[in-house]
């Protein structure tokens, strides 16, 4: 999937100034939603329209500075005289005349006399949203700073507030579990403790150099914990899994599951610095196991697991520890300077006879490995798997109180609960319609997938197959269904 073009900007309070203006995106937005960023957002086509090349005003550019001015009511403008436009009702009416679309950026610009200039804005330089995401960014990061007279504020909406903050307090409050900051904002602000926002395009520049010799980028959703989504070769659409390096010693290494070499490098060009004390696996399946024996060998750690999960694993993977439902372990010194943090276990069978979720109290980080998706739905194999123990499971990590769910394959959701409320929601529809399919009469496996997924091709074909097996032999230990000579009835 191509990266969505798209621009963002970091505004200083003042010339010199160390303080910049930062976001709370509304919990509803589906990317990265409920955390805290720079104002920005994607291109539209008529920030093309008025981009002008030779004078440096690229179509970047051009997007910066209208979602600047739609989220903040800063305009990065100038008027004929060469001034900045003051704060006005008319100011107020083109922004609320753009948030609502009933009026293009080029046709208040043209209406107003008002122009645009490449020299408000400094690029930083480009990040691109890693492979883990439905959604995906090539955003164009800009310093500017905020024009005389004019203020910054939130219209809530797409966006629930906003203040000015310097690094090292924004960077505090994430910390103190006291706010949830997108990856990049994290890196961004990092480099810029204790340095004028200005400064931002020689201080990220060493990161940039890294990325453009094919490094990932340092993804922290939460400090303490690293995502390195790796290209694993799941089942569609899945491509990647989440592998997670948490704790600041002890650390440990969760699910590295790649098994080619380029992959794997990925992984260690990250884990290397960080040490690994141990590796922990959700389950068993291929793309969570396939880095675990070089992983093992190249750290010289021991692997944990449930008992279940290395029984299935005997003679590929050897699991020197049992990990039980309840256990506790410890992290190290917690980034908030209150004492230390630990993970618990939570033993979560369906998708796997041994399948664990891991749960960290103080930041309330749900680590729900293949329990739940933000890709798709997740497959439930009749070989190994159980709808009846996944629903269960489903239902208990409901009660665990969570600012953060991350899934093994898709992004991060701050709606944990509407993600379990729904994944239990779409088993419900398909169970229903299951049952519609054989109120007809008996049938074939293959004749209910006919039935229920007509038209679909044949790669999603082999996996509903699974699915409706699955479900059928739910519906048997429930007394609700019989089989008989390969076809099934209603009881």
């Given amino acids: 999937m191509t990266p969505t073009p798209a621009s963002s900007v970091l505004v200083a309070r003042g010339t010199g100034s160390d303080e910049v203006f930062l976001v709370a995106r509304s919990p509803a937005l589906r990317f990265m939603g409920g955390m805290i960023a720079f104002p920005g957002g994607k291109v539209h086509e008529d920030d093309e329209a ?4 030779s004078q440096g005003l690229t179509t970047r550019h051009v997007c910066a500075i209208r979602e600047l001015f739609e989220e903040t009511g800063v305009l990065l403008a100038h008027q004929p005289d060469g001034s900045f436009p003051p704060p006005s009702a008319e100011l107020d009416r083109f922004r609320r005349m753009l948030l609502d679309e009933s009026i293009v950026f080029s046709a208040m610009l043209e209406a107003t006399g008002w122009r645009l200039q490449a020299s408000d804005l400094a690029p930083a330089g480009h990040l691109v949203t890693p492979p883990f995401a439905p959604m995906r960014f090539d955003t164009a990061f800009f310093t500017a700073t905020l024009p005389p007279g004019q203020q910054a504020t939130v219209w809530e909406g797409e966006l629930t507030r906003g203040w000015w903050a310097t690094a090292e307090q924004a960077l505090s409050h994430w910390k103190q579990s006291e706010s949830l900051l997108t990856p990049p904002t994290v890196s ?4 810029l403790q204790g340095r004028p926002i200005a400064e931002l395009p020689q201080r990220l520049r060493p990161l940039l150099e890294q990325l453009d010799q094919g490094r990932m980028p340092p993804i ?5 914990m690293l995502m390195i989504p790796l ?6 659409p899945t491509t990647h899994t989440n592998t997670l390096l948490i704790g600041t010693g002890p650390v440990y290494l969760i699910d590295p599951g790649p098994t080619a070499p380029s992959e794997q490098q990925k992984l260690f060009e990250i884990a290397d610095e960080h040490k690994p004390d141990a590796i922990l696996l959700s389950h068993q399946h291929p793309d969570h196991i396939g880095a675990v024996n070089v992983s093992a060998e190249r750290y010289g750690v021991p692997v944990l697991a449930h008992r279940k999960t290395a029984e ?5 993977v050897r699991i020197d520890r049992f990990l039980e439902d309840g256990d506790r372990l410890d992290l190290g010194l917690a980034p908030h300077g209150r004492g230390r ?13 041994g399948h664990l979720a891991f749960y960290q109290p103080d930041y309330q980080l749900l680590l ?8 798709s739905s ?4 009749p070989d190994d798997g159980d709808l009846i123990d996944y629903l269960a499971s489903l239902e208990r990590l409901k009660a665990y109180p969570t600012r953060l769910l991350l899934p093994a394959h898709g992004g991060p959701t701050t709606k944990a609960r509407a993600v379990l409320d729904d994944t239990i929601a779409h088993r419900a529809t398909r169970e229903k319609q299951l049952l519609e399919a054989l109120a007809g009469g008996e049938k074939s496996i293959d004749e209910l997938t006919q039935v229920l997924y007509r038209g679909y091709p044949e790669s999603v074909l082999r996996l509903a197959r699974w699915q409706i097996h699955t479900g059928l032999v739910k519906l048997q230990r429930e007394g609700r269904a019989i089989h008989n000579g390969g076809r099934w009835c209603l009881r």
């Fill in 312 to 316: 299935l694993l005997a003679g590929q």
């Fill in 188 to 191: 961004i602000l990092t480099v």
């Fill in 220 to 224: 922290w959703f939460n400090p303490g």
């Fill in 50 to 53: 008025l981009s002008r090349p």
């Fill in 231 to 236: 290209d694993c070769q799941g089942l569609p």
């Fill in 378 to 381: 997740l497959i439930i194999h």
């Fill in 341 to 353: 943090w630990a993970l618990e276990v939570i033993f979560t069978p369906g998708h796997a006879p």
């Fill in 368 to 375: 729900a490995g293949d329990m739940v998706s933000t890709l």
